[in-house]
């Protein structure tokens, strides 16, 4: 049953029982309109309460009906006849009241909610506005610079907020059906509070708009949902409720159909199925009660203060007494630092430190369940560790190697029980960033796979299984867009149009800054390692920059120079020289934003092509989530495999042969070329 309607004397309780998120699909908006004719047609019937099943307030939109032409009733009518009813009526919110579940609240004469519930419209995450009177009423009920926070960021807030700005009216300690009830009890009878449609906005200071829309445009960068909904909340704070109704309406219909939308939804269905993977259906991960790393460094910090976060106790090992007193500290810097920027309390801070031991001993490991090992990128010293791993740890503890681009099957040699050793290839700094690369290697039991998929959902990362190669997903994509980066100069582009161009298209930075930032003697490090194995890696000007000791900001120049103590990139004579000796009597053009784009992306989507063929990756949306997730590839493009798709692959193939026929770019793959003619990677091209 999606509503039932049961009574407690004059008080009716109408629950939504539609799991997992009681969405709002269309049986339950028509049983949403008969509950509210049936309750005004009974006198009995003083106040009612909206309660849901289950876990969760209504959490929003159905997901099975995105992307389809929305069917009658159409929620904003299923709202209208909520404020309208005879009766009044109580939202009672736990979980989430988020997106449509929330304008559903605010058609309701009041609202209450446990101190755990959380509130929000999250639609311009989703390339959309809200659609049924978020940006309308949220303005007339808390004010217009409260509702552009809540519209335009998409993020949600927790019920204390949600009180001070008054779209709560009362937080409810213990059991909310009994205070629910309660409330609505001694509301009943009484004069309801104006509808919020009636209700006029606050007027704002002159300039405001102004100012707002200048700061939205900055977060949103390019894309096209938090300007359009600021456009909708600002309309409705200067016009008549349905004229601003018609006009946000038109606004979510006309971006529900746009190519960010698609993008977005693409993304969101991926990362909903990411943790879950179909091929560990059924495949029970092992328990996950306490975590050790080996290594305090970087990477190593950042993964204990990671599993801190997520509640497991953590010992950090490191070699000797004085390398695990600066690998404590390491990790009590990042908490240190996350205090300071109010993320979280001080006193969270010190219970999270509580809950790490630090030590030279390995043989604390003796009962631990899981073991990352996060020492430096070198065979000999990860085998080493894991040499010791093996004599301590239990025979069931689920052992990890965080690496880049070693071959975990290569670390792995030696280890007692091999089945519970996979790779984890964190990215950095690893309590920030999502992306996590799930490899297992060929004696990986299928348990100690779904164990790191588990770890992910603790963490609340997004998890990809990536198959052995160079590189992994990731990396070894990153290989290409360093070569075409570099392909592009010797043909006429500088560093700095690539940089811009790559920054136009959506990315947070160019692959030129990048390196500065993150240092050009990693990918020199990579291609000697590829030397070695008898590969060519392109890299001409890179690697006489490493040559001359310009590493990037570190040194104080890489592919620009920088002013001492400053981290301002600027253009460099001493690598333009560079780059015109390594350019002799090569052609030159003139290259356009787009076609510089289109020369560094279009080449990784070959290349990802060329890694699904192998299985090193399972789905075109794994490697999409790779990007956007580890990369700052931009999410409103959907990944590079979407945003391929999205561009025509037909039209891909004929960029890349003619970047072919100036020795710009790998030609198409066979398994490009076939997707192309499928009509899409989905179509079965690999």
């Not at 939109?61 to 404020?83: C, K, T």
């Not at 080996?294 to 997520?310: E, K, N, Q, W, Y």
């Not at 309390?345 to 043989?363: K, N, P, V």
């Not at 040499?387 to 503890?397: I, P, Q």
Request: aromatic share 4%.
């Amino acid at each position: 049953m999606t509503v039932t309607i049961a009574r407690e004397g004059r008080i009716a309780v109408v629950t939504v029982d539609n799991p997992p998120v009681n969405a709002l699909s269309k049986a339950l908006r028509q049983a949403l309109v008969e509950a509210v004719a049936a309750l005004d047609a009974d006198a009995a019937v003083e106040a009612v309460v909206l309660a849901c099943a289950g876990r969760t307030f209504i959490a929003g939109a159905d997901v099975n009906e995105f992307g389809r032409p929305p069917e009658p009733p159409h929620l904003p009518d299923v709202v209208a006849a909520i404020e309208a009813a005879q009766k009044p009526w109580v939202a009672a919110i736990h979980g989430s009241a988020l997106g449509g579940g929330l304008e559903v609240a605010l058609g309701c004469a009041w609202r209450v909610a446990v101190p755990s519930a959380s509130l929000g419209l999250p639609e311009v995450k989703l390339g959309l506005v809200p659609g049924a009177g978020g940006t309308v009423r949220l303005p007339r009920l808390i004010g217009p610079a409260a509702a552009v926070d809540l519209v335009t960021g998409g993020n949600p807030v927790g019920a204390k907020k949600a009180q001070e700005l008054g779209l709560v009216d009362a937080i409810i300690d213990g059991d909310l059906s009994a205070g629910a009830v309660a409330f609505a009890e001694e509301i009943a009878g009484k004069p309801a509070p104006q509808p919020i449609s009636a209700r006029d906005v606050v007027p704002v200071e002159a300039g405001f708009w102004e100012a707002v829309e200048k700061s939205v445009a900055a977060k949103a960068k390019r894309e096209a949902a938090p300007l359009r909904a600021l456009a909708s909340v600002r309309n409705a704070c200067g016009t008549d409720f349905a004229s601003a109704m018609a006009f946000e309406r038109a606004t979510f219909l006309d971006l529900r159909g746009s190519e960010q939308a698609a993008a977005l939804r693409h993304v969101f269905f991926a990362e909903r199925a990411a943790p879950r993977p179909p091929e560990l259906a059924g495949v029970s991960p092992l328990p996950l009660r306490s975590a050790a790393v080996v290594g305090g460094g970087t990477m190593g910090a950042g993964i204990a203060a990671a599993l801190r976060d997520a509640g497991l106790p953590v010992v950090l090992i490191e070699r000797d007494a004085a390398a695990v007193e600066r690998g404590i500290a390491n990790v009590r810097s990042i908490f240190d630092g996350s205090v300071k920027r109010g993320r979280i309390a001080a006193e969270t801070a010190a219970e999270r430190m509580a809950g790490l031991t630090g030590s030279d001993d390995y043989g604390l490991l003796a009962d631990t369940d899981l073991v990352i090992e996060a020492v430096f990128e070198d065979l000999a010293v990860k085998r080493a560790v894991f040499e010791k791993l093996s004599e301590v740890c239990r025979a069931d503890a689920v052992l990890a190697t965080n690496t880049s681009y070693l071959d975990p099957q290569a670390i792995s040699e030696g280890i007692a029980r091999p089945e519970r050793f996979l790779g984890l290839h964190f990215f950095s700094p690893a309590h920030v960033m999502k992306l996590l690369e799930i490899v297992p290697t060929d004696k990986t039991a299928p348990e100690t796979l779904a164990t790191g998929f588990s770890l992910a959902r603790l963490l609340k990362k997004i998890p990809v299984r990536a198959g052995i190669c160079d590189g992994f997903i990731g990396n070894r994509i990153l290989k290409v867009t360093r070569a075409q980066a570099e392909r592009l100069l010797l043909s006429g582009a500088t560093p700095s149009a690539v940089d811009a161009a790559l920054r136009a298209f959506g990315l947070p930075m160019g692959p030129f800054e990048a390196q500065d930032l993150g240092g050009l003697d990693i990918a020199a490090f990579q291609r000697k390692a590829a030397r070695e194995r008898g590969e060519t890696p392109f890299a001409p000007v890179a690697e006489r920059l490493c040559a001359l000791n310009r590493l990037g900001q570190k040194t104080g120049g890489g592919w620009y120079d920088y002013a001492p103590g400053e981290r301002t990139p600027r253009p460099s004579d001493a690598v333009a020289a560079i780059i015109a000796e390594e350019a002799a009597g090569r052609p030159q053009r003139d290259w356009s934003e787009a076609e510089i784009a289109d020369a560094i992306v279009l080449p990784m989507v070959n290349e990802a092509v060329r890694i699904l063929g192998e299985g090193v990756a399972l789905r075109p949306a794994d490697i999409d989530l790779v990007k956007i997730h580890g990369y700052g590839f931009p999410r409103w493009r959907g990944g590079p495999m979407h945003h391929a798709e999205a561009q025509g692959l037909a039209e891909v193939v004929a960029v890349l042969e003619r970047l072919a026929a100036e020795g710009l770019a790998d030609p198409p793959s066979g398994g490009l070329r076939r997707a192309a003619e499928a009509g899409g990677f989905s179509a079965g091209g690999r």
